[in-house]
Structures are given as structure tokens and as C-alpha cells.
């Protein structure tokens, strides 16, 4: 049975995600702030570390399979710890457990992204040089200095930079034999969403944001391809975004691919 890390775990897409990955066979460490296997805090430098101390613990520094999931929409304030969730809580743990990944039996890794990062392109993206330097402070003080598009900006610049790091990461991973891929969701049905749609700065966006398939996603559908590209049916696919949207990003993007 694989033994995979999970975080968000507890809501929306994380936790249809333990559903769908337990049916198929693995047994799930949950993280997530609470209600979860190990409960810790991903928006900080030492609650990642805890975190990663706690997996290693756990697992005797071996693990089958990474499901980085948890994550914060543009309403939250400071703007800032959407940054630090949505990128750091994904590369730092990305780094630090590649090397139990290197362990594992037919070992993977899936990051959630969003389609949102394909619409801030990296060579326009305000916060690509801080994160790509590791600089947390700054990146968190070009967002909080942003005004009323400082969430916007986290959520869509974050989401960039943790798809590049992906990408960035297929040689070193391929290497290790550990496949590395991330999914893009549209618009889903879950916590984040609603909470955007009752936020007067987001709610007519989101309203607006319709795909060709006329509507919005259940948790089940992204959790289901992120089973997927864990799973041996996706053996030769790596590095690759795999966008779950309902065609969003080729109808705004036709031409880019
Ligand atoms: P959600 O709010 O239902 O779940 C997110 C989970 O992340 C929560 O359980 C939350 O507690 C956890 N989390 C947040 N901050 C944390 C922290 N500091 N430490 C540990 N855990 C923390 O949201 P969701 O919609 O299921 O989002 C899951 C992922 O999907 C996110 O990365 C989000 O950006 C992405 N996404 C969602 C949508 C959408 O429309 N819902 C679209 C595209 C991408």
C-alpha cells in the first residue's frame, strides 16, 4: 500500500483528494492547519519545518507519494500569506522531501495549481524574482504594498511561480526517478470559492468566470485526475499542467499551449 502526504487535507479539493486516494489503495497522511493526521501551519518558515519534521517521523523518511494541496484564495488578508501557503508551503516541502520520495516505490508527486497561472505570465509576474531568490519578505511586501490588487496578485503570482517550479524541477526530479506534475483547476465548488463569492471585491469575477462547460467543477472531478497522475497509468507523464477547468484556459488562450 503507498503511503502518501497530503496537505489541506480537511476541505474542498484536499480532502475529496484523501477520498479518491484512499479508494484507489494508499494510505493518506493528512495535513492541514486542523482535523488532519498532522496538524500544522504552512504559512510560516518554522511551521513548514515542523511539519517536515513530524512527516519524517512518521514515515521513517520514506515515502510513496506527495499530494501538495493546501492553499489560500486572493480575499485572504495580508495578501502575503497567500504567498507564503500557495508557493512556499509548496516548494519548501516539495525540496524537503524529495529525498524520502527518492525511497518510495514507483514514488509521485502532484501539486495544485490553478489556472490562474497561466494568466499572469512569469515574464510579467511582479513577484517572480523574489520568489525565485527564496525572499519571503519581499515577495510578501510587494504583495501587502499592492492596495486593492494585492490579492489578486498573490493568488495569480503564486500560482505562476509554483507551476515554474514544477517545470523547474524535471530534470533534478526525473533524475530521482520521482515524477513531478501539477493540476490546474477552474472554478471548483468548495470553501475558497464560496468565500470569494461572499467577498464584494471578488463575487462579480468569479460570478463572470465561466467555462465552456457552463459550469463550475465538484471537488471530485480535480481529485480524480490528481489519482491519475499519482497512479502507474500516468508512468510517462512528468512535468507536464494538466488544467481541469472545463476548457477556460483554451478558450482564453487558444493559441498558447
Ligand atoms: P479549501 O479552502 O476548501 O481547502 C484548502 C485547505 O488548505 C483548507 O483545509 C485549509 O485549512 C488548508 N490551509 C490553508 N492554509 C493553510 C496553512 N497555513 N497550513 C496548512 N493548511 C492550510 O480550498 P480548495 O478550493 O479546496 O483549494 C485547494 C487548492 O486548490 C488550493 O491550492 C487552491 O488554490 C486550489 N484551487 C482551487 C480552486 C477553486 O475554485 N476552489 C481553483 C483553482 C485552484
Redesign the pocket.
Known amino acids: 500500500m503507498p503511503t502518501t502526504l497530503l496537505?489541506?487535507?480537511?476541505?474542498?479539493?484536499?480532502a475529496a483528494t484523501q477520498a479518491a486516494l484512499q479508494a484507489a489503495g494508499h494510505r493518506v497522511i493528512g495535513?492541514?492547519?486542523r482535523n488532519a493526521d498532522i496538524c500544522?501551519?504552512?504559512?510560516s518558515s518554522a511551521?513548514r519545518q515542523a511539519v517536515l519534521q513530524q512527516v519524517l517521523a512518521q514515515t521513517g523518511g520514506v515515502l510513496d507519494g506527495l499530494v501538495l494541496?493546501?492553499?489560500?484564495?486572493p480575499q485572504v488578508q495580508p495578501a502575503s500569506k497567500a504567498v507564503s501557503?500557495?508557493y512556499f508551503?509548496v516548494v519548501d516541502l516539495l525540496d524537503g522531501l524529495l529525498p524520502a520520495l527518492e525511497k518510495g516505490r514507483q514514488p509521485a508527486a502532484v501539486v495544485?495549481?490553478?489556472?490562474?497561472s497561466a494568466q499572469l505570465p512569469w515574464e510579467r509576474n511582479p513577484l517572480a524574482a523574489a520568489l525565485q531568490a527564496g525572499d519571503e519578505v519581499q515577495a510578501g511586501q510587494i504583495v501587502d504594498g499592492a492596495g486593492d490588487k494585492g490579492g489578486q496578485l498573490a493568488y495569480a503570482g503564486s500560482?505562476n511561480a509554483v507551476t515554474v517550479a514544477v517545470r523547474q524541477r524535471v530534470r533534478t526530479w526525473g533524475q530521482a526517478g520521482v515524477r513531478l506534475n501539477t493540476v490546474a483547476?477552474?472554478?471548483?465548488e468548495?470553501?475558497?470559492?464560496q468565500a470569494g463569492l461572499q467577498d464584494t471585491r471578488y463575487a462579480q469575477a468569479i460570478k463572470d468566470f465561466v467555462a465552456p462547460l457552463g459550469r463550475r467543477a465538484d471537488?471530485a472531478e480535480i481529485a480524480a485526475t490528481v489519482v491519475f497522475l499519482m497512479g502507474p497509468q500516468a508512468s510517462f507523464v512528468h512535468g507536464t499542467q494538466l488544467f481541469v477547468d472545463g476548457g477556460m484556459d483554451a478558450m482564453v488562450r487558444p493559441t498558447q499551449f
Do not use: E, F, Q, R
Request: hydrophobic share 40%.
Open positions: 496537505t489541506g487535507s480537511a476541505s474542498g479539493i484536499g495535513v492541514d492547519l500544522g501551519d504552512l504559512s511551521g494541496c493546501a492553499g489560500l484564495g501557503v500557495n508551503g495544485v495549481s490553478s489556472v490562474a500560482k483547476p477552474g472554478a471548483v468548495t470553501p475558497l470559492l471537488p
